[in-house]
């Protein structure tokens, strides 16, 4: 498919401010999805009637939206630390120690997937502002495709050998395939059904793996269940996004004005993500490399800390689209205001 030309920003979400503030006029946008760019009129949501909603009304479906996705996510997420926290001892028991370091070094590199992305950070936030360009979307989407696939599998090589190399290059091409339809149903207000899609898959993943391993604990075939819930993400995502303007999704692709122009965002994201690889997989993998005999005890302490600590990771992805969007709609000084506001409460109950 052809790389669609520049898309013009969408309409206003309404034709005037809400009296609501940031907050309600941001989290309108989690109720509908904004049309395609340069189509005529407001946007519609999802049932096909017109959006024109009352300013008595605003508040109510302002909260109503942000509750949802807050719920989906951190509901989703409990389940999943649930399960990792259950997990840990099987898969202690049936890989034992060593190969659960492993196991525990395996899962950290498959996470450089969303530490080294570069379109969902961009591209979430674009979506939920209507305010981004398909040349350069297709462009960086083109270098994620490569940067991700190609740094997991070769630090799974180094540090594990060929036989993990593979499937984690497979999940890490399914994660950054995946991307894009994470970035359009997320910045059009699913934040919330995307993000539980993903913990849900990688919860049913954990079990696969215990399971796995109990029967075959040598070699990787376990792996393999965390690739294929990334590949379940991508066609689940799809199929969330199978009504969008196919312009709005558009094919990878290369626009070398368009890269330059995105250049010192993705330098940017890329230093952030480069830092995240060494804070979360440089000690595991200098255990793995220098083999420590503790290094599978070790994991497991820093495995179960991890999985307590989700709440700020799912606040974050849920509110990251509400308030971008609050931003293009009244402005950072409201939409800071209303972030403000909701950080006070969230902070204490979250402490």
């Known amino acids: 498919m052809s790389t669609p030309p520049t898309s013009a920003p969408l309409p206003p979400i309404d034709a005037r401010p809400p009296a609501g503030g940031a907050a309600e006029s941001c989290a309108r946008g989690a109720d509908r999805p904004t049309g395609a760019a340069g189509s005529a ?37 409990a389940v999943l630390a649930a399960v990792g926290i259950a997990a840990l001892p099987l898969l202690a028991r049936n890989l034992g120690a060593e190969r659960y370091g492993h196991f525990s070094l395996a899962l950290a590199v498959l996470g450089l997937s969303s530490g080294l992305d570069l379109v969902r950070p961009r591209y979430v936030r674009g979506f939920a502002r209507g305010d981004w360009d398909a040349r350069e979307f297709a462009s960086v989407w083109t270098i994620d495709l490569l940067l991700v696939t190609g740094v997991a599998t070769l630090v799974a090589l180094v540090g594990l050998g060929a036989g993990a190399a593979v499937p984690i290059g497979v999940g890490a091409l399914a994660f950054a395939a995946a991307s894009r339809e994470f970035s359009w149903l997320a910045g059009n207000g699913r934040v919330g059904t995307v993000t539980a899609a993903r913990n849900l898959m990688w919860a049913a993943a954990t079990v696969g793996a215990v399971v796995v391993s109990a029967a075959r604990p040598d070699g ?3 792996l393999w269940c965390f690739p294929a819930a990334s590949a379940t993400c991508l066609v689940v995502y799809r199929f969330l996004a199978r009504g969008a303007d196919r312009a709005m999704l558009p094919a990878p692709g290369w626009d070398a004005a368009a890269w330059r122009r995105a250049r010192p965002d993705v330098r940017d994201l890329l230093g952030h993500g480069l830092a995240v690889l060494v804070l979360g997989s440089a000690d595991k993998l200098l255990l793995e490399r220098g083999g420590h005999a503790g290094a599978g005890a070790y994991m497991g302490q820093y495995d179960l800390a991890v999985k307590v600590h989700v709440v700020s990771t799912a606040l974050g992805a849920a509110l990251y689209p509400v308030w971008s969007r609050g931003v293009r709609a009244d402005g950072i000084e409201a939409a800071a205001r209303g972030f403000r506001r909701f950080a006070s409460r969230a902070s204490f109950a979250y402490f």
């Open 220 to 222: 990787w075939l376990w």
């Open 41 to 77: 009129g407001a946007p519609q949501p999802r049932d096909g009637r017109r959006a024109t909603w009352t300013d008595a009304e605003r508040p109510r479906r302002a909260r109503g939206a942000l509750a949802r996705s807050l719920t989906g996510q951190l509901g989703s997420q």
